[in-house]
């Protein structure tokens, strides 16, 4: 699979994946990617930002459904 690169409209800003903007029929131009780290240098601090692993957090994950696999 070809990797496809993010393009946005010179004219309106819009993000895309065609050559001509979606919204507006503007010249599209590749944008880098947003930087992405497997180790997320980030991640720490903004986990620590988020509280994670508090009962609030928790709260705020998707629920897995345990009572399906009980059966
Ligand atoms: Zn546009």
């Known amino acids: 699979m070809a990797r496809t690169r993010l393009q946005k409209c010179t004219a309106c800003g819009e993000y895309g994946l065609g050559e001509e903007c979606k919204d507006c ?3 599209m131009i590749t944008v880098a990617p947003l930087k992405f780290s497997p180790q ?3 991640g720490a601090r903004r986990r620590q930002r988020e509280n994670a692993g508090s009962d609030e957090w928790i709260q705020k994950l998707p629920t897995p459904r345990k009572g399906d696999e009980e059966e």
């Open 25 to 27: 029929g503007g010249k």
């Open 40 to 42: 997320d240098a980030q």
